[in-house]
Each structure stands twice: as structure tokens, then as C-alpha cells.
């Protein structure tokens, strides 16, 4: 069993900064892609950003500039840096994770959500 722990979300104005955490454990043999979605109210989830095991990272286009995705291997840990914040922004963002066992398995794990909100 995986487990993922957010950290990190709350109220902000337009403008401004916060730093998401999401730190995995559990067992876990190799991860492969950690990343980040997001869902506003209406909304369907969408892919925020991602890294792979080999550091390719991808974001969407109304991120990019903006938000910075990284990674501590050491901690199972992935970071979202939000710079600046629209309104736009606001939504519940999850993080996201798939992990392969020693059998070359794939499996995808979520987090329970972190809200963010962007407003003045």
C-alpha cells in the first residue's frame, strides 16, 4: 500500500505564491511519474504538471512560466511552486503518482486534495 500526504494549500491573493508538497511511502519499489492535477468547481480534473523518472516534465499551457514542478527522489517527495496566482487557479489540486513494483507492474495512487484559493 502507497500512501500520499499533501501539504501546502490555502488562500492567497492574485499575485501572490504557495509551495505544494506531496510526499509518498509505503512500498514502494520505483516511481515513475509524480505529478500534479487539479479540479475547479464545474470543471473536469486536469493534468497541472508532471515529472517522469527521467526528469522530463510537462505542463499545461496555462501554467507554464508560472509554476515550476521538482522532485526529491531521496524523499519520494514532488513539488508544485506556484508563482503568480490567478483566480483562475483556484481549484483542488491533487497529487499523483504511479509506481512500478519489482515486476514491472504500474500502479497510480492519488492524494486526498489540497484546496487552493485565489482571491483578493
Known amino acids: 500500500q502507497v500512501q500520499l500526504v499533501e501539504s501546502g494549500g490555502g488562500l492567497v491573493q492574485p499575485g501572490g505564491s504557495l509551495r505544494l508538497s506531496c510526499a509518498a511511502s509505503?512500498?514502494?519499489?520505483?516511481?515513475?511519474?509524480m505529478g500534479w492535477y487539479r479540479q475547479a468547481p464545474g470543471k473536469e480534473r486536469e493534468l497541472v504538471a508532471s515529472?517522469?523518472?527521467?526528469?522530463?516534465?510537462n505542463y499545461v499551457d496555462s501554467v507554464k512560466g508560472r509554476f515550476t514542478i521538482s522532485r526529491d527522489n531521496a524523499k519520494n517527495t514532488v513539488y508544485l511552486q506556484m508563482n503568480s496566482l490567478k483566480p483562475e487557479d483556484t481549484a483542488v489540486y491533487y497529487c499523483?503518482?504511479?509506481?512500478?513494483?519489482?515486476?514491472?507492474?504500474?500502479?497510480?495512487?492519488w492524494g486526498q486534495g489540497t484546496q487552493v484559493t485565489v482571491s483578493s
Open positions: 515529472e517522469t523518472s527521467l526528469r522530463y516534465t
Open positions: 499523483y503518482t504511479r509506481i512500478a513494483t519489482m515486476l514491472g507492474v504500474e500502479y497510480d495512487y
Open positions: 509505503g512500498r514502494i519499489f520505483s516511481i515513475n511519474t
